[in-house]
């Protein structure tokens, strides 16, 4: 029994390596988790080049230089040295790209527990919890797959939704999202589109050529344009822009053709890392971390009702997501090294959810 990982070079993201290490020993108090299954999107990509500044690197240290890039998926409590967590136990959350977690759970509950490692401590706590799936009412075997590569992209774009909602949209009358193919976009694009009769806002997609057609096909974005075309195409009306791209120079741009009518633009991603440049010279951007709100609205909401609300518009994206999007496996550790690569390099088909599961 060995523990399999993918190893990236934290300075030069484009050197990978594979590791093969001996299952860690668990003490007591702790639990090991096999991982079963986890997915892999652009967002992951965005982990390992924000690695550093955002401390991604931090949650499963391994020998410098290199790290391990975290995922999102479920894993199976195989060892237990925790009196309150038992072997067989299922649970969604965030871990390596490995075989096998050690964890020290604690805050235990019907619904979960956290990781409270020392060297987790200081990391956001939406990272560190990890559900139990058997209480998971939003849970359903027949979506399964889909849930690794939904549910952490959906909370952003819940998180986001309800942030314009309550900025009142910045009294703009329409809302551009760029990288409009990504998941987290169409997942914006998704809330926007089901409260439109509520709000009036006019969806707006910005996305490559080679994307129009699949963005177009979702049926959320009322008008759909290639980068190229936006100095023709966008309308000069009051705007608030929502960044999933990270295209630093067409975002300082469109703010130049825009001028007083835009409103806002909210920095969530960085699909197209190699075009950043920093964003002190694009006007009124302001950085959104989903794990900041979610605990903002854990307070003023309350978990119950944050989850709730949550659960039930995601189910909804998950039952479109089925027609959207194919899930497409990755079974070997060479194939997600490979996979990992051409991601790093924007090599992404939008239609495409890749579910990693490695015996
Ligand atoms: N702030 C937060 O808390 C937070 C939370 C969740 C996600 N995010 C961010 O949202 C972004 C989208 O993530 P996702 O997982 O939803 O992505 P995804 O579904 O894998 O997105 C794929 C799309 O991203 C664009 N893209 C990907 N790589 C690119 C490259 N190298 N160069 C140019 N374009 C590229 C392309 O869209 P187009 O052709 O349409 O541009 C592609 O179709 C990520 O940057 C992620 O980190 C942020």
Redesign the pocket.
Known sequence: MQNHSLLVHKTNLYQIEQQHAEVPEIQDGEVLFKVNKYAL???NI?YAVSGFKLKYWDFFPTEDPWGIVPVWGFGEVVASKHPDVAVGERCYGYFPMSNYLCIQPSKINAFGFSDVKPHRQALAPIYNYYSKVAADPSFKTEVEDYMPIIK??FV?SFLIYHFLLEEIFFSAEQIVL????????LALAFMLHKNKAADQKAIVGL??KR?IDFVKSTGYYDQVMAYEDYPTELTETSTVIVD??GKTEMLSTIGTHLGDHLKHIAL???????SMRGFKGVPKAEF????THAQQKYKTWGVEKTNLLLNTDMVHFIGDSQQLIDITPVESLDRLGELYLE?L??K?D?KKGYIVQIP
Do not use: R
Request: charged share 10%; no cysteine.
């Open positions: 999107t652009t967002n965005t952490p992209l952003t760029t990288s409009a193919s990504s998941k987290t976009a996305t490559s994307n999933f791209a969530i991603g960085i699909t197209d890392w190699k959104f971390f989903a794990p991601m390099d924007g992404v939008p």
